[in-house]
């Protein structure tokens, strides 16, 4: 028996983050042997834990208000004027790394 449920369709919004090297590959992992998307798995994974928390769930219920802004107005996306194109490559997740020392 996994540990996630099957999906179910909600709003979702988008979010830019980084993760440990291993937690990445894992995740990564992980919705390979699900047959599903990362994003989906971590969705699930904050629903399921976070849930658990019995300090954090009184927290929240005593500080009701939104701990993330919503907007006033919908935006819509704009088109780009000159779009980069892909050529064909497959976006990968992205590595960051540390920028050489220069001695001095």
């Given at each position: 028996?996994?540990?996630?449920?099957?999906?179910?369709?909600?709003?979702?919004?988008?979010?830019?983050?980084?993760?440990?090297?291993?937690?990445?590959?894992?995740?990564?992992?992980?919705?390979?042997?699900?047959?599903?998307?990362?994003?989906?798995?971590?969705?699930?994974?904050?629903?399921?834990?976070?849930?658990?928390?019995?300090?954090?769930?009184?927290?929240?219920?005593?500080?009701?208000?939104?701990?993330?802004?919503?907007?006033?107005?919908?935006?819509?996306?704009l088109?780009?004027?000159?779009?980069?194109?892909?050529h064909?490559?497959?976006?990968?997740?992205?590595?960051?790394?540390?920028s050489?020392?220069?001695?001095?």
């Amino acid at each position: 028996m996994t540990l996630i449920k099957p999906r179910t369709r909600k709003q979702t919004v988008r979010l830019i983050t980084k993760l440990f090297r291993e937690n990445n590959e894992t995740l990564y992992a992980y919705a390979k042997f699900l047959e599903e998307d990362v994003e989906y798995v971590l969705n699930q994974l904050i629903g399921t834990k976070l849930a658990k928390d019995k300090e954090f769930l009184r927290w929240r219920e005593s500080h009701p208000e939104l701990c993330v802004s919503r907007p006033s107005t919908p935006t819509k996306k704009l088109k780009a004027s000159h779009p980069t194109p892909s050529h064909g490559r497959e976006i990968s997740p992205s590595v960051e790394r540390e920028s050489p020392r220069v001695a001095g």
